[in-house]
């Protein structure tokens, strides 16, 4: 079963996918804690708050509410919703909590494709052709090894940053790890000018790319 916290159609605002019209998976649980993470209501999956499948789907505000789901409750959910979108982004929370193997299956059978978005910070289980982005939490749960192995599998990562050790910390982390990356964003925190100012020059400098949470600057989802 996975711990849903709501599914939505929307345009995709962050990375190589932005623009795309995509179905998001929000999942339940996060431990990680960032202090300016923008879904704290993920956190916790506390049983006050479990209520039926049907409540999360387009919810009007953020909260807390989640739901029990099979892969097929979810194929079924989406398929009654009548979305145009065929692109699928798991998200969460920390969606790596779960086993998502069974639910990308389904999903590609029946003609979706899917993203996943984590944190590097628990084990990635997902099929090949899920095109992963990891946004690495650098010096948080997990350890080394695992976020390495993220790091590793990632078709791109998507760095937040607010100030110029963020840029370090990612920096650190690629030459320790000895490692490449093709696609690389910066991604500025919640919109402050000097983080996008940050982002913008630090992007130049170094031939990398800047992702600006377009969702946000829209006021959409
Ligand atoms: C809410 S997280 C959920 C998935 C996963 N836990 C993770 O951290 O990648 C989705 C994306 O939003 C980014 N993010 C969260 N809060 C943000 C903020 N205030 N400003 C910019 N990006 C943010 C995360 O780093 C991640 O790339
Ligand atoms: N439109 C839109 N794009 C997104 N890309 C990543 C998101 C996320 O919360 O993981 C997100 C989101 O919440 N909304
Ligand atoms: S890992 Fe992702 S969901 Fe968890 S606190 Fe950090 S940004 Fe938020
Ligand atoms: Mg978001």
């Known amino acids: ?19 795309t019209p995509s179905i998001f998976i929000r999942l339940q649980g996060c431990p990680v804690g960032c202090s300016w993470c923008d879904t704290k209501q993920t956190w916790e999956a506390s049983d006050v708050y479990k209520v039926d499948l049907q409540k999360t789907v387009e919810k ?27 692109h699928i982004v798991i998200t969460g929370g920390e969606p790596c909590m779960f086993d998502l193997i069974p639910l990308c299956d389904l999903l590609h059978g ?18 090949e052709k899920t095109w992963v982005t990891v946004s690495p939490k650098i010096n948080m749960r997990g350890g080394y090894p695992v976020l390495k192995q993220a790091m590793l599998r990632a078709n791109e990562i998507k760095h937040p940053i607010a100030m110029m050790k ?15 990356p093709e696609l690389i964003y910066l991604q500025p925190i919640s919109q402050k000018a000097k983080a996008t100012r940050l982002a913008v020059d630090i992007c130049i400098a170094k031939n990398w790319r800047l992702s600006v949470q377009v969702h946000k600057y829209l006021g959409i989802n």
Do not use: R
């Open 60 to 86: 009007k505000a953020d909260s807390e509410l989640w739901a029990d789901s099979s892969a097929q409750q979810v194929i079924d959910l989406i398929e009654s919703k009548g979305y145009q979108a065929k």
């Open 1 to 19: 079963m996975y711990k849903i916290n709501e599914i939505f159609q929307t345009i995709q605002g962050e990375a190589s996918f932005t623009g």
């Open 110 to 127: 029946n003609g979706f494709s899917t993203q996943l978005e984590t944190s590097g910070t628990f084990e990635i289980k997902v099929p």
């Open 166 to 180: 963020h840029v370090e910390e990612l920096e650190a982390l690629l030459t320790d790890m000895d490692i490449q």
